[in-house]
């Protein structure tokens, strides 16, 4: 790595890539300071399919990588020379998609001669709170919950120890909000619709079914999330109610679906909070996007004395800046960059952190 | 002096200076194009002795190819572009092919054929005259028995040759041909299928 700029305070400038489900994101940052953070989505082309077409959200990054990397550079007002080092994501995500940003960020590493760290988006994740005014304090329970993922995971070391705790065994939860929002003829995506009908809705007027909440699976389960028996219930609980010539009562129903959602991935976040003694959690993922999650969680959190930490929303979905920012981090404390050959990981663990560390000279 | 990059096939690169090729790295290998990319670039420059900024531009095979390694190909190709602020030149990768029977000395009409997967071939179909290669017809997509043009000799590929690709780019404008072909030939809508009416779960 360049030691050119290397002194006393200095912090790197890093620019991150992800492409690991439908969004194409490049972010810049410098240390924990953020420069930029420019995303292309494709959602509006996989509307019409009611979820992400993995082929269709490949073809997309193609055609955004190039526009993105200039926006991305002109929002930050930097031109590519002033990059210090590039970040990408090697998993987990879509493998088609991955490897646009693989293949975009080994070709733009070795045009311009910077060292390139291969990361994990989960821990990508987590990582985007270190670009908030305040530091984030370690060791903290971290709740992700998108349409790609949900996984609960305990975070001692950013660039060092994570470890998961629990993911879903089935659905992530934001495809159960795209499916439940199917069920009562909304589009896609689900989230901010169900969200917009549950409005004035009676959360209690359902009692629809938590998965993996009883008593036989707190311990196996502890920690996992299912979400299908709650979309099936609903389908089967809206189904009834047609059958039988009844007003369907959309908003009872999307806000106690609702409920149910919010109720089992704050639980099992705050039984970790408890479990392990770490009176913090971190929230991800575009699912807190969700007044209700944002609202209960801060509830819960008073509560029990945890303390709350949402970065914000264009941080929190899928995007580059928190690739640059976990590179950054990686570069900070002393971590070589990776070697060219890595791949995309589909199925990458969150215990890698980085990939492919180039070993030491 | 420009670099080219294939991944239609295998993987392939080259640093290529007028006539010659300096240096070209390739792999059969039709599954790990993301995984090889990096270093076979960096390893084309190393052998050529060539720093990026050296070059004027960058030649990207378009394809057709199987969708997934072909877009490692031109992502990169477009990429690295990006990073020394040179042009990306899009090629038809079959052109590569013909381009190598031509220079062998191959004359006549010629059908350079692919494997497209699914039980399906890419094919276009040349004419090699003496002063060079065109394309007349293709590239297209259809299962091995109804490839068209029987009248041509049949030459089936495995690789493209990334040498011969920025060899082509240079020969076509030297020529005056545009090569337009700005969106990748995947000759392939992508697999989806439109959800129909949702299914009950109760019964
Ligand atoms: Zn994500």
Redesign the interface.
């Known amino acids: 790595m360049t030691t050119r700029n290397a002194g006393e305070g200095w912090e790197p400038v890093v620019l991150g890539i992800e492409t690991s489900c439908d969004e194409t994101g490049v972010g810049i940052v410098r240390g924990s300071t953020l420069l930029a953070n420019v995303i292309a989505s494709s959602m509006d082309e996989h509307a ?3 979820g992400v ?1 993995p ?2 959200a ?2 997309a ?2 055609e955004a ?2 526009p993105t ?2 926006a991305a550079l002109a929002e930050a007002g930097l031109g ?1 020379g002033d990059i210090d080092a590039i970040a990408v994501t090697s998993g987990p995500g879509l ?2 998609a ?3 940003g ?12 910077k060292p ?1 760290y291969a990361v994990n988006h989960l821990v990508g994740h987590v990582g985007a709170d270190v670009l908030a005014d305040d530091a984030l304090e370690y060791p903290t329970i971290a709740l992700l919950v998108s349409g790609g993922h949900t996984s609960l995971l305990v975070v001692r070391d950013l660039v060092g120890d994570v470890e998961l705790l629990g993911e879903t065994i089935d659905d992530a939860a934001g495809e159960a909000f795209d499916k439940v929002a ?2 009562l003829g909304l589009p896609y995506p689900g989230g901010p619709q169900i969200d917009r009908v549950a409005l004035g809705g009676d959360p209690k007027a359902i009692h629809f079914p938590r998965g993996l909440m009883q008593a036989k699976d707190l311990e196996k389960h502890r920690y996992d999330f299912s979400f299908s028996g709650l979309k ?1 219930a609903v ?2 609980w809206v ?2 109610a047609a059958d039988a010539g009844e007003e369907i009562p959309v908003a009872d129903v999307a806000a106690s679906f609702r409920e149910a959602v919010v109720d089992v991935l704050l639980t099992k976040a705050f039984r970790a909070c408890a479990d392990f003694g770490i009176p913090r959690l971190l929230l991800g993922g575009g699912v807190v996007a969700n007044a209700r999650v944002r609202q209960v969680a801060a509830e819960r959190a008073e509560t029990q004395g945890v303390t709350l930490r949402i970065p914000p929303l264009s941080l929190c979905t899928d995007n580059g800046a928190m690739i640059a920012a976990l590179g950054a981090q990686l570069i900070a404390s002393g971590h070589r960059p990776s070697t ?5 990981d589909s199925t990458l663990p969150v215990t890698q952190i980085q990939v492919d560390e180039r070993p030491a000279a | 002096m420009l670099l080219a990059i294939d991944t239609s096939a295998g993987t392939s690169v080259a640093v290529v200076d007028g006539d010659t090729v300096l240096a070209e790295g390739s792999t059969e290998d039709t599954m790990r194009h993301a995984e090889v990319i990096g270093e076979l670039i960096d390893l084309v420059l190393t052998e050529a002795g060539v720093e990026p900024d050296a070059l004027d531009e960058v030649v990207a095979g378009m394809g057709p190819g199987p969708f997934t390694g072909l877009r490692v190909g031109i992502v990169a190709a477009r990429a690295f572009a990006f990073g020394i602020g040179r042009p990306v030149v899009p090629v038809v990768s079959h052109d590569a092919i013909a381009f190598e029977e031509w220079s062998a000395g191959t004359r006549g009409p010629l059908l350079v054929v692919t494997d497209a997967r699914r039980r399906e071939v890419y094919w276009s179909r040349y004419e090699l005259a003496a002063a060079a290669p065109l394309r007349t017809s293709g590239p297209g997509l259809c299962v091995p028995a109804a490839v068209p043009h029987p009248e041509a000799v049949r030459i089936d590929a495995t690789q493209v040759g990334a040498g011969a690709l920025g060899r082509v780019a240079l020969l076509h404008r030297s020529l005056g041909r545009a090569d337009d072909v700005a969106e990748p030939l995947y000759l392939r809508s992508p697999d989806v299928t439109m959800p129909g009416a949702r299914k009950r779960v109760s019964q």
């Open positions: 019409r399919y009611g077409v082929e269709v490949a073809r990054h193609l990588m190039n990397l200039e590519i493998s088609g991955l490897m646009v693989v293949g975009a960020a080994k070709a733009l590493a070795v045009a311009t001669g390139l199917r069920v099936t389908a089967r189904e009834r060219l050959g890595f791949g995309a």
